[in-house]
């Protein structure tokens, strides 16, 4: 436990492997409606609407819409991780009137009860080892119609290009996101908790036809993955290959939102 802990406090020490992963996506996506937007849609958020995000990163989802926020909102933005924070401030700098930052604990929320109107977890809420736990806090600070809105991959999200990088890397088959808290079985995990769940599916396909952000995306995984550099020439030649067999490389983007209320 200890040495998983490790790993995704230097994993998440700061957002540098955040913004890898986020440019390959960003690159080669198909779907032109952009994902944050996107996630943003979906939000039911009024006038003077207090919104807590846990697990924020470096800010993206408000960077992107700091033009749709409701009039005298308040939105805090925590993360376990004071780099995270540190980047996300950076980055909002324009708008800290609106905004402020805490560093938690998911499982463990510093407010009191009945406080906010939404709580988001975006791509993240899979990291949380209690979740039986955080969700019952996430209720707990939730006002009476508030919203609990989780993104987070299904099992299709990227399956076939992480099964060439584990068997072309030789490294242990990690449970994937999907498994702990993903499309397919975060409905109950919620419907233990809310009394009502909802699932939303945002539709992409990546078609990627450079070597090097792929090789990146796998990259930013350290210190989960550890391959020697032979293993990493092998899974470049590996996709330089297909590229030239086929023009580029087809990934699926299995994502999407569960939204969760009493």
Not at 18 to 32: D, E, H, I, Q, W
Not at 166 to 194: C, D, K, M, W, Y
Not at 223 to 229: A, D, G, L, T, V
């Amino acid at each position: 436990m200890k040495q998983g802990i490790t790993a995704l406090q230097h994993q998440y020490r700061d957002s540098s492997n955040f913004r890898k992963r986020s440019a390959l996506v960003g690159k080669f996506s198909t779907n032109r409606y952009p994902w944050y937007r996107w996630v943003y849609d979906q939000f039911e958020l009024s006038s003077g609407a207090a919104v807590l995000e846990l697990g924020c990163g470096p800010g993206s989802l408000w960077k992107r819409n700091l033009d749709r926020l409701p009039p005298r909102s308040t939105i805090v933005l925590s993360d376990f991780s004071a780099g995270m924070l540190r980047d996300s401030g950076r980055n909002l700098d324009v708008n800290r009137s609106r905004l402020s930052f805490c560093q938690l604990d998911a499982a463990v929320l510093p407010f009191r009860a009945s406080v906010f109107d939404a709580v988001v977890a975006n791509m993240m809420f899979y990291h949380v080892d209690d979740r039986p736990a955080a969700l019952r806090d996430i209720r707990r600070v939730l006002r009476p119609n508030g919203r609990f809105y989780a993104t987070t991959t299904g099992r299709e999200y990227m399956r076939e290009l992480n099964t060439a990088a584990t068997r072309i890397l030789q490294i242990p088959r990690h449970t994937p996101s999907a498994e702990r808290f993903g499309l397919e079985n975060g409905f109950e995990q919620l419907h233990s908790v809310f009394g009502q769940v909802e699932i939303r599916r945002y539709h992409n396909e990546l078609r990627v036809t450079e070597v090097e952000p792929l090789i990146d995306y796998f990259a930013s995984m350290e210190p989960f993955i550890s391959p020697p550099p032979e293993r990493w020439s092998a899974l470049r030649e590996y996709f330089q290959n297909t590229i030239n067999e086929r023009g580029e490389i087809a990934i699926p983007i299995d994502v999407g939102m569960l939204i969760a209320r009493d």
